[in-house]
């Protein structure tokens, strides 16, 4: 009997051992895959930039870079070409400004519905279905806003509104980040703890001086996350500008009136038979690095502010 349990003792000594190894290699291998799968996002970040800075240094070496920042003429494909960012810059804020004076108040009361007043019932079906505005394909919104709320404000509001306008297209893409604001500021206000919201009811609070006066000022912190990423994806937006908001480059701030924004001249010259290695194709090179540093500088600021303002409870 004594050999007996000695021999079980040591062979299940030795299954533990290979247990033990196999569990070992696969923790590595697991391991391996994920740091794999990290580096690959950071290389293709750092191979991104290389390349915009390649081809936007082989721009400049055409084109002044004091003529690119400061001029106010936009002709890249005109006999006499002039290179003015500031015309497709003020194209791009315009719409951006409208989409979001659109959807950041209706985001915002939408996640205070949601996280202050629905039921947990309503709350389970009513965020998904806001949700799926975002899935919606941008070429759809931007048919949507050409096709059916250009005719529709001519008809009823500003019948002088050219077809082309960056008033439809700003309405649309404000609609179109709706659920971005929405959903990411309904995440930041549900996360406030409940003995906040406990303390303002036993001080005599309504409901709506406890969601305005102290829920909301606790999740502020998200909520200008919320606000900076749904204006970063209105800056970065394509499609529904390069549809509804036309591709006359001019410096107005009229909304009725047609611009041309950053990504529409991207698409312009992408899509058409512009030569390789022209003075016009690395245009594209210097307006999408331009574009990259507007978004990077709100996304430093949205981290900055988080980091700054940011309740821990």
Not at 19 to 32: G, N, P, Y
Not at 33 to 46: E, G, K, N, P, R
Request: glycine share 6%.
């Amino acid at each position: 009997m004594a050999v007996d349990a000695e021999h079980t003792q040591s062979s299940e000594a030795g299954l533990w051992h290979r247990d033990s190894r196999s569990r070992h290699f696969r923790e590595r291998a697991v391991k391996i895959v994920l740091a794999a799968c990290a580096y690959a996002s950071v290389l293709t970040t750092f191979g991104i930039v290389f390349v915009l800075i390649f081809e936007t240094m082989a721009f400049f070496r055409e084109v002044s870079i004091v003529e690119f920042f400061t001029s106010t003429r936009w002709a890249a494909s005109f006999a006499n070409p002039s290179f003015g960012i500031i015309v497709l810059a003020a194209g791009t804020l315009l719409t951006t400004a409208i989409a979001i004076a659109v959807a950041l108040p209706v985001g915002l009361l939408a996640a205070i519905f949601l996280s202050e007043y629905a039921s947990p019932r309503l709350r389970r079906w009513l965020k998904p279905a806001l949700e799926i505005l975002a899935g919606v394909p941008t070429i759809v919104y931007g048919y949507f806003a050409l096709t059916f709320v250009t005719p529709l404000l001519r008809a009823t509001i500003f019948p002088e509104m050219a077809i082309f306008n960056a008033l439809s297209a700003g309405l649309v893409m404000g609609v179109m980040i709706i659920p971005t604001i929405a959903s990411v500021s309904e995440d930041a206000i549900y996360a406030v703890p409940r003995s906040l919201r406990e303390g303002a009811y036993a001080l005599g609070a309504t409901k709506r001086e406890t969601a305005t006066r102290v829920v909301v000022p606790a999740a502020l912190s998200g909520i200008v996350a919320a606000t900076i990423l749904g204006i970063s994806r209105a800056i970065g937006e394509t499609m529904i500008v390069a549809v509804a908001a036309g591709n006359l480059a001019q410096l107005t701030a009229n909304p009725l009136q047609p611009v041309q924004t950053m990504t529409a001249f991207i698409v312009q010259v992408a899509s058409g038979d512009t030569a390789t290695g022209t003075t016009v194709y690395n245009t594209i090179f210097a307006v999408g690095s331009t574009l990259f540093v507007m978004t990077l500088i709100l996304n430093i600021i949205s981290y900055m502010f988080v980091r700054r303002f940011r309740e821990a409870y």
